[in-house]
């Protein structure tokens, strides 16, 4: 019924409990997760992941806010994105702007760069892109604009700006996706954000193993909570759950271009 579209099944926090974890999700009735790369050395074990289970995926891609990691060149992004056919998006990838500090913006040019290296990667492979955004949405959007990104469209994973925001993305034929964020009390404006973004323009994830949503906030969050967070969206939009899950579900696939024969 539900599909966590964003997920770091690779991180320490699930080394021991993998197969609890998996069957977490079975029992929760969530079908697919997506793995999500966030740096290079670690990208081996995303895929491997993706190989050895067949309800999960990958993507490749360096997270804008990891500095002191290897940078991923252009011909690597496409090369093993068209390499791997479990490689589904180029991301994470975005900008954020959060621990900004005293650095001036000019100092954070290499994440705007980066930032276009993936969408350049991502056009030539034709993938979809998973864009994180922090404390930056405007130079998100006009980069997203100027390299031409609605040619293969994506996800705006874990949303927490404006409606605005959402909507100037979705004109790019970005999907938005909640995580447990959005069952937060102190998420109000979020709350109604989400009110408005239409259910085919949706997706739902855990983003585990953080962001664990009401009633497990607090702990160590994993796929199988995805359903809490559709769960709280269906009330919140005051629609049935089975159509929250199975619209959800097939706006994933999509999304993602995912053959499910």
Known sequence: MFIDSHCHLDFPEFQARLPEV?????????????????????????????????HLY????????????PEPSFEFLVETAAKHP???????????????????????????????????????????????????????IRILKE????????????????????????????YISFSGIVTFKSAKDLQETCKRVPID?????TDSPYLAPIPYRGKTNEPAWVAKVGEYIAALKEIPLNELGATTSENFFKCFQIDRR
């Open 147 to 174: 390299e031409g990104a609605e040619q293969i469209g994506g996800v705006m994973h874990c949303f927490t700006e404006s409606y605005e925001v959402a909507r100037a993305a979705m004109d790019l034929g970005f």
């Open 86 to 140: 479990k490689i589904v998006a180029i991301g994470e990838t975005g900008l954020d702007y959060y621990r900004m500090g005293d650095r001036s913006y000019d100092s954070l040019e290499w994440q705007r760069e980066r930032f276009r290296t993936h969408i350049r990667a991502a056009k030539i492979v034709k993938k979809p892109l998973i864009v994180h955004t922090r404390s930056a949405s405007e130079d998100t």
């Open 201 to 205: 323009r949706m997706l739902i994830e």
């Open 58 to 69: 990958a993507s490749v891609g360096v997270h804008p806010d990891y500095e002191d990691t």
């Open 22 to 54: 998996l069957a977490n999700m079975k029992a929760a009735k969530v079908g697919h997760a997506l793995c999500v790369s966030v740096d290079l050395p670690d990208f081996p074990n995303v895929l491997r992941l993706a190989q050895d289970h067949p």
